[in-house]
């Protein structure tokens, strides 16, 4: 005898709140301030509650929460102006194998160098690196988030970490010249 499942549909706490902290992070990268991150996500909040009922049980609520907020975010006074920063709070999280003054120096100043050339990626290249490499979303996700079809996410990727290596490149290189 089979039992029919009985249970109960999400509710949006249910389904919600547990993409707070993935949300704010990803808000606080594209906004690089603190408030202006929370502002974002009690935005993204209010829309997706508002909108909750119109969201169809069964597709993907994370990419739907990202899509609202990344929708908010361009939509906003610093969406295509901002930049992004490296949180350095969780710098140092991970020691370093041989951690000594030299290994610290550089790998700070590698840190920088890498915001620095996310900071200059466009936003339709700095977002997709976040998507797929910060917050793990499979290409999927990302297609339902940024509302473009899978290819276009593979050849956005792709075209994005080229610019970003060559971005890096000249970085090294023109660190070399100048010293």
């Given at each position: 005898?089979?039992?029919?499942?009985?249970?109960?549909?999400?509710?949006?706490?249910?389904?919600?709140?547990?993409?707070?902290?993935?949300?704010y992070n990803f808000a606080?990268?594209?906004?690089?301030?603190?408030?202006?991150?929370?502002?974002?996500?009690?935005?993204?909040?209010?829309?997706?509650?508002?909108?909750?009922?119109?969201?169809?049980?069964?597709?993907?609520?994370?990419?739907?929460?990202?899509?609202?907020?990344?929708?908010?975010?361009?939509?906003?006074?610093?969406?295509?102006?901002?930049?992004?920063?490296?949180?350095?709070?969780?710098?140092?999280?991970?020691?370093?194998?041989?951690?000594?003054?030299?290994?610290?120096?550089?790998?700070?100043?590698?840190?920088?160098?890498?915001?620095?050339a996310l900071a200059e990626l466009?936003?339709?290249?700095?977002?997709?690196?976040?998507?797929?490499?910060?917050?793990?979303?499979?290409?999927?996700?990302?297609?339902?988030?940024?509302?473009?079809?899978?290819?276009?996410?593979?050849?956005?990727?792709?075209?994005?970490?080229?610019?970003?290596?060559?971005?890096?490149?000249?970085?090294?290189?023109?660190?070399?010249?100048?010293?």
């Amino acid at each position: 005898m089979e039992v029919a499942d009985r249970r109960l549909p999400a509710t949006f706490d249910d389904l919600a709140l547990p993409l707070f902290d993935q949300l704010y992070n990803f808000a606080h990268w594209l906004t690089q301030d603190r408030a202006e991150a929370e502002d974002l996500v009690q935005e993204t909040y209010a829309k997706a509650l508002r909108g909750f009922p119109s969201f169809q049980a069964g597709t993907n609520f994370r990419a739907w929460m990202y899509r609202i907020l990344r929708n908010t975010f361009l939509s906003s006074r610093t969406g295509l102006k901002t930049t992004v920063a490296i949180d350095d709070e969780d710098a140092g999280a991970l020691p370093a194998e041989s951690a000594n003054p030299e290994s610290l120096l550089l790998e700070q100043a590698n840190r920088e160098m890498v915001q620095e050339a996310l900071a200059e990626l466009p936003v339709r290249f700095r977002e997709i690196v976040l998507l797929c490499e910060v917050e793990e979303m499979s290409y999927q996700e990302i297609a339902e988030t940024l509302g473009i079809p899978i290819g276009t996410v593979m050849s956005r990727l792709f075209r994005a970490r080229k610019a970003l290596r060559e971005l890096l490149k000249n970085k090294i290189e023109g660190g070399r010249h100048g010293v």
